[in-house]
């Protein structure tokens, strides 16, 4: 169940950015992180996890329930693939996340947000179901692109 647990965790909290391109109505830095909310959700049910990496920071760092801090996006990369090879035919089957108090400082970011997240592993009948919170810090880099800088998820209760 621990690995289960991982394994969702490692799916739900790959965390990545958006490009924002300026328009006639210029969104305000918070339109972009909503923007960057919604993409988060839609690559998860995707399950686009090259796009999802290539949203890191370089310098990220990740926060695991049970894990000793994850440093730098090569060492994300590794331990979601690692988690990943383990569960081959998995698929996202629902991507909720709600998130609350997002709040801009210039070229950063914070937030934090609920997740529901369902699962369907290859080798079992029964989907995983699983509820959780999560809090995000984001920078905005020169290109303009939002970038995960630190990531914490822990398992939360069912509603």
Same mark, same amino acid.
């Given at each position: 169940?621990?690995?289960?647990?991982?394994?969702?965790?490692?799916?739900?909290?790959?965390?990545?950015?958006?490009?924002?391109?300026?328009?006639?109505?210029?969104?305000?830095?918070?339109?972009?992180?909503?923007?960057?909310?919604?993409?988060?959700?839609?690559?998860?049910?995707?399950?686009?996890?090259?796009?999802?990496?290539?949203? !890191?920071? *370089? =310098?990220?760092?990740?926060?695991? /329930? $049970?894990?000793?801090? &994850?440093?730098?996006?090569?060492?994300?990369?590794? !331990?979601? *693939? =690692?988690?990943?090879?383990?569960? /081959? $035919?998995?698929?996202? &089957?629902?991507?909720?996340?709600?998130?609350?108090?997002?709040?801009?400082?210039?070229?950063?970011?914070?937030?934090?947000?609920?997740?529901?997240?369902?699962?369907?592993?290859?080798?079992?009948?029964?989907?995983?179901?699983?509820?959780?919170?999560?809090?995000?810090?984001?920078?905005?880099?020169?290109?303009?692109?939002?970038?995960?800088?630190?990531?914490?998820?822990?398992?939360?209760?069912?509603?």
């Amino acid at each position: 169940m621990k690995l289960e647990r991982t394994a969702v965790a490692a799916v739900v909290l790959l965390g990545l950015g958006i490009d924002v391109s300026a328009g006639s109505g210029a969104p305000t830095r918070e339109d972009e992180i909503i923007a960057f909310n919604k993409k988060y959700r839609e690559m998860h049910l995707n399950m686009d996890t090259q796009g999802i990496f290539a949203k !890191w920071a *370089e =310098d990220g760092v990740d926060l695991m /329930p $049970g894990e000793a801090p &994850i440093l730098g996006k090569k060492a994300i990369v590794a !331990w979601v *693939e =690692d988690i990943l090879a383990k569960l /081959p $035919g998995h698929k996202v &089957i629902t991507q909720d996340m709600d998130f609350h108090d997002i709040r801009v400082s210039g070229d950063w970011a914070s937030e934090w947000a609920t997740e529901h997240q369902v699962v369907q592993l290859a080798d079992r009948k029964e989907p995983i179901e699983t509820w959780g919170k999560m809090a995000l810090i984001l920078h905005r880099e020169a290109s303009g692109e939002w970038k995960i800088e630190q990531e914490m998820w822990n398992e939360g209760k069912k509603p």
